[in-house]
């Protein structure tokens, strides 16, 4: 399996939303996202606080990726706690910023066929597994990562949605390793 490597000019393309924007912070926002879903295939969380969120709210999601720090600091010892679960199988992969590794890909692939919960503890950044989610999860699933200082971007998945978000992959290449 390959991997990506995020280039200076496509940073502040990832920072738009790729999805619906909520304003705010914590259960409300969680909670209007709720409110706004119908049975999704799969929810997918990507984040520290939008897991502890959800989690807070009562919902485990399917798969979520956490790596202990919000905004580029340690999580919180409650945010830390909370985005553990008894139901959750936890996994550890190494993903360092800006890169998306075959070892994340490979987890992503196999917690998308897993029956049971996964926690991904991500030594580095996980910020960037919301990419290939999109892409491996199944149709009507949804994807929620969080903006710093604007709120939470839900992410419902759609073929056309899954094609956006391989064309900005793709621009994802790796420089060969010498």
């Known amino acids: 399996m390959k991997k990506y490597c995020l280039p200076e000019e496509l940073r502040r393309e ?3 939303p790729y999805g619906e924007l909520y304003s705010g912070n914590g259960i409300d926002v969680i909670g209007q996202m ?7 295939a799969k929810i997918i969380a990507v984040g520290d606080i939008v897991t ?3 989690l807070s709210a009562g919902v485990i999601p399917d798969i979520s990726f956490v790596d202990g720090r919000t905004k580029r600091n ?5 945010i830390m706690r909370g985005t553990k679960h008894p139901g959750f199988k936890t996994v550890t992969v190494n993903n360092p910023a800006g890169i998306i590794t075959s070892e994340l890909l ?3 692939s196999r917690s998308m066929d897993s029956d049971k919960p996964v926690r991904v503890f991500v030594k580095g950044e996980e910020d960037l597994a919301a990419l290939p989610a999109i892409i491996m999860a ?5 994807i929620i990562y969080g903006l710093p200082d ?3 971007v839900l992410v419902r998945v759609t073929e056309e949605k899954k094609k956006e978000i391989q064309s900005l992959l793709d621009k994802m290449k790796c420089m060969e390793e010498k």
Do not use: C, F, H, M
Request: aromatic residues 4%; charged residues 30%; proline residues 10%.
């Open 14 to 16: 990832l920072r738009k």
């Open 34 to 40: 709720l409110n706004a879903l119908d049975k999704p």
């Open 52 to 54: 502890y969120n959800l």
């Open 74 to 78: 340690p999580a919180s010892d409650t």
């Open 106 to 108: 490979e987890e992503i």
């Open 138 to 142: 199944p149709v009507s699933s949804v």
């Open 150 to 152: 604007e709120g939470a």
